[in-house]
């Protein structure tokens, strides 16, 4: 990425954040900040997983492998279907 790029992104994330009133969006914003730039940024983040959690994010994995997936269309409908309830 050139560096007008690199600049252009920056004064665009920044009029983003700058926009934002949510609270706990910039808090989770400001927790990505901070781990991508600590020097402890290459660690892998499998190791911070609970047992639970990997157990279902291999579950996932499985069940994507085997096509059991779906659309981002079809997502949407089954929300729009179970907020109507």
């Given amino acids: 990425m ?6 252009e992104l920056k ?3 920044l009029f983003q954040v700058n926009e934002l ?14 781990a991508y730039s600590s020097p402890s940024s290459n660690k892998d983040i499998l190791e ?4 639970e959690q990997t157990k279902r994010l291999y579950e996932s994995i499985q069940q ?3 096509g059991k ?3 981002h269309e079809e997502v949407k ?4 279907e179970w907020l109507s309830r």
């Fill in 2 to 7: 050139s560096s007008k790029n690199l600049k």
């Fill in 11 to 13: 004064d665009k994330i």
């Fill in 21 to 34: 009133e949510d609270e706990t969006a910039l808090q989770m914003l400001q927790e990505a900040v901070v």
């Fill in 48 to 51: 911070e997983l609970t047992d």
């Fill in 64 to 66: 994507a492998n085997e």
């Fill in 69 to 71: 997936t779906l659309t």
């Fill in 77 to 80: 409908q089954k929300a729009k």
